[in-house]
């Protein structure tokens, strides 16, 4: 879709015939933020608000780059010391990709600390497997759909191990701590996307689904079943269908919750004291899963011209 003239105001029902955004698209992410706040998924989704780095998150990429080029490395050579000899490297690449990240740390200190609080993560890692008895299948794997009804499921699985059998294990990274029994749902969300867009392309469904969380050394497992996925795809084109009812009444409330402490738009949410933007005079056409599917792409390119000798 191409980016279209809307000059309407917020939450005025669109005049006859008048071109809306057409949200066909989900991530993982994206259907999160609708869940979590429709207010937030307009501003992520629609406006496409910039939002500012953060240490934490900045530490999530960097943690996830070091840990996909480990498995660039020779099994035999995949150790706590090579993966921590990564790191400077990796944030080399990130700072020159994004000079923006730079600005989070005052001086060199302040980055040293940081990226010592990166070193433990990895530690966490290696405390829950050891790398050099694996040989994952796909890395960073974009993997998409599209159902009927035209939604399109679109992602990237951080790590698919498959047996020689053709069972499929999903692996996905967390930086943070693990959640507590009653948020076990909502963080497995995501890897029944991943599964179901799985299910749907390859025919198979994945036996294991695996959140390692690094922050405190654990794992959360989960063996879909059909039904489980089935379940997962009617919420999605359920969702998709409350997100389309929302564009076309340009009605995306706040709901508010604890994590609106880490919101970037506070000034732009009334539950926050701000006020709502208006309706983008020139809505962009959604973002193209072919980008993210060529920066995969490219980082496994580079990966290749950094083993040739």
Known sequence: MTAVDVPVDVHQPAPAGAPLPVVASLSPSRASDFMTCPLLFRYRS????????????????????????LFDLPAGERTPDAAAALLAPEWDRLAEAEPEVTGLFADEAELAAWLTSARALLDGYFALEDPRRLDPAEREAYVEVLLPGGLQLRGIVDRL???PSGQLRVVDYKTGRSPGEAFEGKALFQMKFY?????????????RLQLMYLGDQQVLAYAPEE???LATERKLLAL?????????????????????????????CPEQGGVVLPWPSVVPGPELPEARHAEAAA?????EEVREP
């Open 299 to 303: 980082r496994k390119a580079l990966a």
């Open 46 to 69: 629609i406006d496409r608000l910039p939002q500012a780095p953060s240490s934490a998150a900045t530490r999530g990429t960097l943690v996830h780059a070091v840990l996909e080029r």
């Open 240 to 268: 998709w269908e409350a997100i389309e009812r929302a564009v076309q009444a340009r009605d995306f409330r706040p709901r508010p919750s604890k994590l609106c402490d880490w919101c970037d738009h506070h000034a732009h």
């Open 195 to 207: 599964a179901l867009v799985l299910w749907r392309t390859r025919g198979v469904i994945p036996t």
């Open 161 to 163: 191990d498959q047996a």
């Open 227 to 229: 039904s489980d996925l």
